[in-house]
């Protein structure tokens, strides 16, 4: 994750959501990952991807406290 972020700050956002694509596709659901990978989409210009995302991961588990959270943060953001 930390290196999704410093491509992210060095302006290589296409490496950044390569990078936490490939981790969240290698390994089992992570929240972590899901939610990192999820505002990299908002931040970038693609909030629906953002959504769509979240909404995947929180099918599989409705109850999942911290992927609802970040699609609250989201939905904040983007005054949904």
């Known amino acids: 994750m930390v290196s999704a972020e410093l491509y992210e700050k060095a302006g290589h956002k296409d490496d950044a ?4 694509e490939k981790a969240v596709a290698a390994q089992p659901p992570a ?3 899901i939610a990192e990978l999820s ?3 908002a931040r970038t210009g693609d909030p629906a991807k953002a959504e769509a995302i979240l909404n995947t991961r929180l099918k599989a588990d409705p ?3 911290a992927i609802r959270s970040a699609l ?3 939905y904040i953001e983007q005054r949904k």
């Open 72 to 74: 609250a943060a989201l």
């Open 63 to 65: 109850k999942d406290v």
């Open 39 to 41: 505002g990299l989409y």
């Open 31 to 33: 929240d972590a990952l």
């Open 17 to 20: 959501v390569d990078l936490l």
